[in-house]
């Protein structure tokens, strides 16, 4: 079964908006975290924002923040003032485990294009 | 602060070859995960060493093994290459394991696979 899902293959939004991309998530674990990656064309993965399972505010960081709704098992991320340069690849991950082992889960992912 | 490096970033191997990646983290980091990234399987979870161990494996064939020394650097090695083994394969780096916010996990450009 998934355990990530983001379910907008691709998006568009107008440059100065705002665009939610959406992540659902899967786990029976109480402790686990949330994150978000940027994918740019050039391949590196750079480290957005993060939500922890018991925090009970949501994450920002500046133009990002993470609508975190734990009940529904959601973690979108919300990009204000779209800017060109947010065009890339948008991954939510989810880490999950014990003192016997951690590992990551990545989404499939969502392309944002940014539209001048 | 020198970034995660990995070497080589691009190699074409023969079917039924095997192959070393090389990751460095960041220093000061002693965790290392290694991640497979294809077209139609996204980004998979290879393994995660911390202080040499490997504290977690994905779902890969026995083919795929890796390491990690004493100064935190790692390799992975695929045996009896397949062509479905064609994929970018990415080393991120952080400096705990766990689910908090440390780690936030640090990528390499990664290493371009290409089986023929």
């Known amino acids: 079964a998934q355990k990530i899902t983001q379910t907008q293959p691709g998006m568009f939004v107008q440059e100065k908006e705002a665009v939610t991309l959406d992540c659902t998530y899967d786990t029976s674990d109480p402790s686990y975290g949330l994150f978000w990656y940027k994918q740019p064309s050039s391949g590196e993965m750079i480290f957005l924002i993060y939500q922890g399972s018991y925090d009970q505010q949501n994450a920002t960081e500046g133009r990002y923040s993470l609508n975190f709704q734990k009940a529904r098992k959601s973690a979108n991320l919300v990009i204000s003032a779209s800017q060109l340069g947010d065009s890339a690849m948008y991954f939510c991950a989810m880490r999950e485990g014990n003192t016997g082992g951690f590992k990551t889960i990545f989404g499939a992912g969502t392309r944002l294009f940014v539209k001048a | 602060k020198a970034g995660v490096t990995q070497t080589p970033r691009y190699l074409i191997k023969t079917r039924g070859q095997q192959v070393t990646l090389s990751c460095s983290p960041i220093s000061g980091h002693r965790s290392v995960s290694w991640y497979q990234q294809t077209p139609g399987q996204g980004l998979q979870f290879l393994f995660e060493?911390?202080?040499?161990?490997?504290?977690n494996k994905g779902n890969f064939p026995g083919r795929f093994s890796g390491r990690q020394f004493s100064n935190s650097r790692s390799e992975m090695n695929v045996s009896t290459l397949e062509l479905g083994d064609s994929a970018l394969y990415l080393c991120?780096?952080?400096?705990?394991?766990?689910?908090?916010?440390?780690?936030?996990?640090?990528f390499g450009q990664g290493t371009r696979l290409t089986v023929v």
């Open positions: 991120a780096s952080s400096t705990g394991t766990g689910i908090s916010m440390n780690t936030e996990a640090f």
């Open positions: 060493y911390f202080s040499e161990t490997q504290r």
